[in-house]
Each structure stands twice: as C-alpha cells, then as structure tokens.
C-alpha cells in the first residue's frame, strides 16, 4: 500500500519535528525540511510530496512549480499571514488552519499579560530578586498598581481568541466593548455582555485594549502613532496577535514619552528581538516569546487535529478550517 508522503515544515526547534513524527498516523510517513532550506533542497524533498505540514512555511513559486502531488498545505497554527493565499490557489493548493483549538490558551495569555502589566509583575518579582520590598522602589509602589477588576476593556476583534477572552473577563466584573467589522449578534452579546462600538469610541474609552485579528495588508499597523495617542494615559495595550498589527516605533516612542500606562506583548514585528530593541528592556512593557497558543495539551490537540484533516483529504473529504485569499479580516 503507498503511504503518504507528508513535508513538516517549520522555523521553530527540532524538539518539534520529532513531535511531527512521533504522531504521524499509519499510513504517512513524515519528512522533515527548515522552512529556511535552499530552494533547490525544498523542490528535492516537496517534489513528491502529497502534504505540508507547516508553522511558518517559506514557499515561493520557485519551489509551488515542482509541487504537482501537492494536496494540502496544512497550518499548525491559527493564523495564515506566513503564507500567500493567492500564490497557493494558483497552483492548486488548498490552506487550511487549526482553526481555534489554541483559542483557550491564547485567551489565557491575554489575560496573564493584561494582570502583570496592572500588577507590575515582573518589576516585582526583579526587585525581589534584587533584595527590595514594597515600597522602597517605584517598582513596587503599591500606589502605582491598577486591578483588573471592573476596567472598561476593549477587544479588536471577535473571533474564536476575543470572544474566548470576554468569558474569561466576565469573572474580573469587566465593562467590555468590542469593535468588529460584522455585527455580532444579539445571542453573543448577552451570553458575553459584551456591547459593540466604533474603533475610535473603543480607543478613546478603554482602559485597556486587546488586539485579536489576523495579519492582512488592511490591518497591518492598525496602531500607529495616532491611534495610541487617542488612548487614555493611564491605558494598557496588549497583543496576542501578529507583531505587524502594531507599529513597533511608534509604540516605543509612545511608551517612552508616558503617554499610556504600559503594554503587554506575545508578538512583535520581527522575532526574535534583535538585541537592541528597546521593547526588550522597556520597564512598562511585558515581552513574552510568542508562546501564547503554546501548551503541551494545546499541541497535542493540534496535532491530533492536523493529522486528521490530513488524512480527511487523503479520503477524499473536504478539509476543515480552508482559507482563502478572499477572506474578510475580520
């Protein structure tokens, strides 16, 4: 019986890729390649491929024009922004994401970085580390504190990620607004009690803000200068997004003048941080590794479901979670 061939493709450690192929079902046989091989070594191995599996796949259509098994392009992620939708349709490729297996998760870092930036977390827990206690350093000046509880937060965004987010916020007794560009419906908002407004009205009268929509050319640096300079002093910025979302210059610039409180990053424009990005060092910025989606429960799941729309189209069934190059951003 032939065996699928499938082409994990990744940028991310090979702790990884051995994870692809510990799961890989009966009836595929897993081939590994860095997303940042030659392209002569990438048409080598996806020649004869029948699937990609992917986290931050490089394809250009140097390398999509020896593809002709090629069936799927299978994401192991819930964003598409590393992949040129309309390059793969022109070669017959079908893209499908993991949908919103990692929503629970990326929720929870939301909130994990919308608490350490209200409770100076990692200020804290530094100037412990350096021998201080509260109130000998304006790293742990209670006074300079802000709880979560009852804050008026807003969401960009209303997908699977935001409207995970607003369940959780309901326990802080939160006031949550949401700008979206569909309507959402009346069900979500008395479930979620959530209302939803104009960006402008949520960037003015939030006290804190939260980022949860794709990367496409229409959102990249949906804040900028203006935008933040609209918010409140005392507002809180957080992204668990995609990095470009954000106009990284203008935020350093914005932070370093005090014009908001602070900000809560999973994702910048470029990752990793070169050494010299301020937003490393920052005192009122929390910087994390993009580990938002990231559990070993989160990925297993995504696993699971990755080889099973795999093996869906191996069967000839439509995949889940397609996307296209038409889609709305949000």
């Known amino acids: 019986m032939t065996k699928a061939k499938v082409v994990f493709m990744t940028s991310l450690p090979r702790k990884l890729e051995e994870f692809a192929r510990l799961t890989t079902p009966k009836g595929f046989v897993t081939t590994a390649i860095a997303s940042k091989a030659r ?4 048409i080598e191995v996806l020649s004869d491929a029948d699937f990609i599996l992917g986290l931050f796949p490089n394809l250009s259509e140097a390398v999509l024009r020896h593809t002709t098994k090629l069936k799927l392009l299978q994401l ?17 490729v079908t893209v499908a994401t993991c949908g919103d297996i990692n929503s629970a ?28 206690w509260i109130f000998d350093s304006p790293a742990t000046d209670a006074f300079t504190y802000h709880n979560l509880i009852g804050k008026r ?12 987010v607003a369940q959780r916020l309901q326990g802080f007794q939160c006031a949550i607004q949401v700008y979206n560009r569909t ?13 939803q407004v104009e960006f402008l009205e949520l960037l003015k009268t939030s006290d804190i803000i939260s980022l949860h929509v794709p990367l496409t050319p229409e959102t990249r640096h949906l804040i900028g200068r203006k935008e933040l ?27 370093q003048e005090r014009q908001i409180f602070g900000a809560g990053l999973d994702v910048i424009e470029k990752e990793p941080p070169e050494p010299d990005n301020l937003l490393r060092t920052m005192s009122n910025i929390v910087l994390t590794p993009h580990i938002g ?35 709305k951003s949000f």
């Not at 937060?153 to 995970?164: A, H």
């Open 39 to 42: 392209e002569d070594e990438k």
């Open 76 to 92: 192991a992620s819930v964003g598409y922004d590393t992949v040129d939708l309309k390059l793969l349709e022109k070669y017959g």
């Open 105 to 132: 998760a990326v929720a929870e870092h939301t909130i994990s970085l919308m608490l350490a930036i209200c409770r100076k977390l990692t200020q804290c827990v530094e100037r412990v580390k350096l021998g201080g």
């Open 153 to 164: 937060v807003g969401l960009v965004g209303f997908g699977n990620i935001g409207r995970n």
């Open 183 to 195: 309507v959402i419906s009346e069900e979500h908002k008395k479930k979620l009690g959530v209302e």
């Open 229 to 255: 300079m609209l918010m409140k002093p005392s507002a809180i910025l957080i992204n668990t997004s995609r990095g470009a979302l954000i106009d990284e210059a203008a935020l350093i610039e914005v932070l």
């Open 293 to 327: 989606g990231a559990s070993l429960g989160t990925l297993q799941e995504v696993f699971r479901f990755c080889w099973q729309n795999i093996k869906d189209t191996w069967d000839g069934k439509m995949p889940h979670n397609v996307v296209s190059s038409d889609l």
